[in-house]
């Protein structure tokens, strides 16, 4: 568990830093999308990954590692914007506030991870892509349903699961390349 943390710090200390960078370039204006909006962005990253497994390739210069910060950097600022939309108290300081959301998604890594005794190393990084996938179907079926749901968890959820995946597969696709 301890290289398990190692690793995700690693990976999230990464994306965090991608995530300030492109914040100081183009300010906050991702708030203006509305949840479904980021949804689909991460849905159109998960497929072009799939896509790049599937075929072999890209005509890109992007591979899968930078579709996987994306999504977990969206990811986040979704997380951040259910709490504003639950009128809970935003920082102006953004990167504390990635901080916030990322504590809460590895707090739930943890508990999962020591549950299924890291399960997720066994798996494939096409596997987890599809389980990403299939999360933000279910994300877009709950928000077609304007967020009600009769026994599911809701999309903070997902958006949280979606993380910890995307984190799993960057974790995955570091130790291949090795």
């Known amino acids: 568990m301890q290289k398990t943390e190692g690793q995700y710090t690693e990976v999230i200390e990464k994306c965090k830093d991608i995530f300030s960078k492109k914040n100081a370039d183009y300010g906050t204006s991702w708030r203006i999308l509305r949840l479904p909006s980021i949804t689909d962005q991460i849905f159109i990253k998960a497929q072009r990954i799939r896509t790049l497994q599937e075929n072999g390739f890209a005509k890109v210069d992007e591979g899968q590692s930078s579709e996987f910060i994306g999504i977990i950097n969206y990811c986040v600022m979704a997380l951040i914007l259910i709490e504003e939309k639950e009128g809970n108290i935003i920082s102006e300081d953004l990167t504390l506030e990635y901080s916030a959301r990322i504590k809460e998604v590895m707090e739930l890594l943890f508990n999962k991870n020591h549950?299924?005794?890291?399960?997720?190393?066994?798996?494939?990084?096409?596997?987890?892509?599809?389980?990403?996938?299939?999360?933000?179907?279910?994300?877009?079926?709950?928000?077609?349903?304007?967020?009600?749901?009769?026994?599911?968890?809701?999309?903070?959820?997902?958006?949280?699961?979606?993380?910890?995946?995307?984190?799993?597969?960057?974790?995955k696709l570091q130790e291949e390349a090795q």
Do not use: P
């Not at 399960?119 to 709950?142: F, G, H, N, Y």
């Open 115 to 171: 549950d299924y005794g890291e399960a997720w190393r066994e798996m494939r990084v096409s596997s987890m892509t599809d389980i990403i996938l299939m999360k933000l179907l279910r994300i877009k079926q709950i928000e077609d349903n304007q967020g009600k749901t009769i026994i599911s968890e809701g999309v903070k959820a997902g958006y949280q699961d979606i993380i910890n995946y995307a984190v799993f597969c960057m974790i």
